[in-house]
């Protein structure tokens, strides 16, 4: 728990204040304001705590000796401007995942589904028509 004695980190600040502090880690700056607000509006509505669960239970979850068992085709969709999971990321994920194929958006940050919702469905679309035949 937070005391006085110790900085408050993002997650510990009001919603506003929270989602204000992720916004730059979430999309590049090249991104359309009315999609930065649209997205901000809906995430005001995020409690932190919730925020604090999912990262405590993603730091806790170490599945990297599972990612070489996986033998059904994944697909990996990135954005090359996400500051938040890397390239690097993405690329150590494709490596280990025998049967992923890997798809980097240019000019997208980690909100693909938010910045580039049609190109995600088409690369979706695609992915899914190829490992359905």
């Known amino acids: 728990m937070w005391n006085a004695g110790v ?6 600040r009001i919603p506003a204040e929270f989602v204000n502090a992720m ?9 359309p304001k009315e999609v930065v607000d649209g997205f901000s509006a809906i995430a005001a509505e ?5 925020f604090r669960t999912m ?3 993603l730091a806790e979850a170490d599945l990297r000796d599972v990612l070489p068992k996986i033998r059904i085709p994944t697909l990996l969709v990135y954005g090359d401007r996400d500051a938040r999971a890397s390239l690097q990321v993405a690329e150590a994920l494709h490596t280990a995942i ?10 997208v940050g980690h909100m693909i ?3 580039a919702g049609d190109q995600l469905n088409r ?8 490992a359905l035949r």
């Open 7 to 12: 900085p408050k980190s993002t997650s510990w």
């Open 23 to 31: 916004i730059p880690t979430l999309f590049p700056e090249s991104t």
């Open 46 to 50: 995020f409690h932190p705590e919730g």
């Open 55 to 57: 990262a405590r239970s």
């Open 98 to 107: 025998p049967e992923s194929s890997l798809v980097i958006l240019a000019g």
């Open 113 to 115: 589904n938010v910045q």
């Open 123 to 130: 690369e979706m679309r695609q992915f899914l028509r190829a």
